[in-house]
């Protein structure tokens, strides 16, 4: 039998084998990957899905044992304590969460593994400035470039410009998600790094807490409400008992490098489509200020045989010539499915990519995990000062969270499929359309690109109705 064996020296800690293993048989901490044979069925789902090709299947014999007593532990040994809310994870979903509930003045502690808060980064940075500005006041240091608009590039590199002034803003995630977290803390949130949830605690059939182990020893943290955003290797809400694994045909697996002394329009997010370029994805170049650029790739997860790193070193080749300096490497993947079907249990919310909660045509995230997890905050506040944490109260934050965005995938999905069945040529003679056109707003493009695909309009009808598109 088969089993998948890791290349430390290649590995990139992006967690996305994590988010894919249908039985649960990896686990990544900080910058160690350990796959338990005992539980793999030989899938190959995780070898698929890596985008720098650092797992193999090998034969049992040679497989790097797993570490021992990599998640067992004594709960009658475990230090005790209690908060009202426990959240998993310290990205933009996870401190947002805190934020909400600690300013709802009940008791709030934040659980990440990494050492560092924000780092290592695995993002293109890119954000809308307008829903970003209604949840936080923006701080100038967490941004990188203003952004003007962006450019859509087809195959032939012929390319049509979308001016959004002011619409956009690309970040410094390592500043943005660090200060994300003080300002949970300012509001009264506790904040444990390098700190792992190891397992959930169940009460009467109800989620009442998590296991974390820290350097001193595993603690039992009982909770009111766990909120889990613990991003896309999410594991808390499986253990839960929700299916929150993805199929590789539902993610997008990603390389991206930090790139500097290169040529970029410091004003726009370009945005190239293609299948030669990226097959079932786009490459992108977002600008970080003069001459440099985090420039990425996503392809479709379930491609055999291809790997993101790949499809990146030939668009930086021939989009840059030589390669330019490259200061920074980044792995990683976006669910692109739309929200799992379940995000609440008693005592549970999921949030962020952890619930799959990206927009199902970027990949894009972080607004929308602060999205949720500042409505996950509330009601879990809302909800203990209730003195009810069942299913039945937390559901608030699943119907909210679709009313707000949730409803729009469905949509946004079957837009994505009907570009994706775009030929090169197809997307080439559109370019060349629209390139002449006067149109210049996001919906007249749509409306000139998709006046052929009946089925597309009426999707796009849908989302001008929600007040989605404007
Ligand atoms: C290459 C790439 C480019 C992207 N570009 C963009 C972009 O331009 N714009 C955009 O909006 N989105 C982008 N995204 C998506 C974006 O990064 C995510 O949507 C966003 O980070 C989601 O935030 P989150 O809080 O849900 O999860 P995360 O930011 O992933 O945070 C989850 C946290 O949970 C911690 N954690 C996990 N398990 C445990 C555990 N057991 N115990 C304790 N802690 C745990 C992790 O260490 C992590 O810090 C990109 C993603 C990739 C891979
Ligand atoms: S994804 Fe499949 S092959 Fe990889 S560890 Fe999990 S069960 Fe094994
Ligand atoms: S998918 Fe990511 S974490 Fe898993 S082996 Fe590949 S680079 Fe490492």
Known sequence: ???????????????????????????????????????????????????????RMADGDNIQAPLKNFRDYDISKCKSLSYDVVVVGAGPGGSMSALASAKQNVSVLVVEKRQEIGSPVRCAEGVSKRPLAELIDIDPKWVCAEIKGGRIFAPNGNFITVDLPSAGLVLER????????????????DVWIKSRVIDVIRENGKIAGVVVRRIDGDYAVKAKVVIAADGVESQVGRWAGIKTFSKPEDIDTCAQ????????????????????????????????????????????????????????????????GKSGPIVAGIFGSVPTAGTLSEIVLDGLMIVGDAAHQNDPISGGGIINAMIAGNIAGEVAGKAIKSGDT??????????????RIGRTFRHLKVIRGGVLKLSDKSL???????????????????????????RLLLELRHLISMGWIQ
Not at 268 to 285: K, L, N, S, T
Not at 396 to 403: D, T
Not at 428 to 454: H, Q, Y
Request: proline fraction near 4%; include cysteine.
């Open 174 to 189: 390592k500043v943005f998600d660090r200060d994300l977290a003080m300002l949970a803390a300012k509001a009264g949130a």
């Open 1 to 55: 039998m088969e089993y998948p064996v890791v290349d430390r020296e290649i590995c990139g800690y992006c967690g996305t084998c994590v988010g894919v293993c249908p039985k649960d048989a990896i686990d990544l901490i900080d910058l160690h990957l350990n796959i338990d044979r005992t539980k793999c069925i030989s899938c190959r789902a995780c070898v698929k899905v890596c985008p720098i090709n650092a797992l």
């Open 390 to 403: 069942s299913r039945s109260v937390l559901m608030e934050y699943e119907k909210r969270w679709h009313k």
């Open 257 to 320: 490098y930090l790139m500097t002394g290169i040529d970029v329009d410091p004003n726009y997010c370009d945005f190239h489509i293609g299948h030669q370029i990226a097959p079932r994805g786009y490459a992108w170049v977002f600008p970080k200020g003069k001459n440099t650029a985090n420039v990425g790739i996503g392809i479709g997860g379930h491609l055999d045989n291809e790997t993101a790193i790949n499809y990146l070193d030939k668009f930086v080749k021939d989009k840059f």
């Open 428 to 454: 080439n003679d559109l370019a060349d359309v629209l390139a002449n056109s006067k149109k210049r707003t996001m919906i007249e493009l749509f409306w000139t690109a998709l006046k052929n695909e009946p």
